[in-house]
């Protein structure tokens, strides 16, 4: 992969030296120690136990989904293969998996997985491009992650790929016997509503991604979520209007009644404590400063 170069500048320019963690048990525990400051995934259990192995560290993100982190510990070490057999065996048994959420984070959080787009992120010093080709043409939500450690006791995390992948519908609320079950997932909302309706979505997508290469789509069932590190912006459809939650602090927003809203004590599904309700486009061109703060401040 394309090598990355740091330079210190407070005294002149001096180029930071990089190095491997000695012992990749001490990366598993920083990760573990910081995973929601590093990826916006709550830490559930490290090394837990599955049919014929491990898992390095298990959490779950910010939009209630599954994530299994594998860490590359040997040259020759296929994390990736892994990951694919460990994402494979949490699919089949959902109900172990939600045991542990209940244990953890308790049963409203558990009832409120969302099996769509179970991920697993893989981090290790150095990926190969056939890595990145084997990634790609798996079309699973497998991301890749590299990472250097620097004499100043400076981390960087490098995120390599950003999955395109169809998430997974199929009984995706009966799963856990919710009342999403019978709700209109995203994707079947966005067929039915009109035509002016859906281009007014096109656009928003088109707006939000066009902020930045580092920005990634995350099709939930009930909500598409943009996200860098974390959600920058959740969408959610309805017939006549298209809600918005940012990851913006509602009292340094002048709040307009029937446009914006502070959604900090109210219950919503997605991420963010503003919304914004779009209902044409007017209300697209004025929701698009605040939009680029989202993009900026996170």
Known sequence: MAEIKL??????????????????????????????????VRFLKSEYAVTN?????????????????????SQNENVINQGLFYLDWLLDHKADFKLLVIDKLGMEAADSIDWSVPCVICV???????DMHAVNQMQRNIKLVSYRRYDNGMLLLEHLNAPNVKPIM??????????????????EKLAMISENMKNLYHSICDFIESLGDDIVSNQLKLYLAY?????MVCIEIYNKQIIL??????????????????????????TGDLQITIKNAA????????????YNEI
């Open 53 to 73: 192995g491990r898992m390095d560290s298990i959490g779950i993100d910010e939009n209630n989904s599954p994530v299994i982190f594998e860490y590359k510990r």
């Open 170 to 187: 199929e009984n995706a609320g009966a799963e856990n016997g919710t009342k999403n079950s019978k709700q209109k997932t995203h994707l």
């Open 7 to 40: 330079f210190s500048i407070n005294e002149g320019v001096k180029e930071c030296t990089s190095s491997e963690v000695v012992l990749e048990k001490e990366l598993q525990m920083l990760i573990e120690q910081n995973m929601e400051i590093f990826f916006g």
């Open 283 to 294: 209300d697209f061109e004025k929701a698009k400063p605040l939009l680029q703060r989202a």
């Open 124 to 130: 290790a010093h150095d990926f190969t491009k056939y």
């Open 245 to 270: 939650f940012l990851k913006l602090n509602p009292e340094t927003v002048e709040l307009e009644n029937g446009f914006t809203r502070d959604m900090r004590s109210i219950g919503h599904y997605g």
């Open 227 to 231: 996200k860098k590190v974390q959600n």
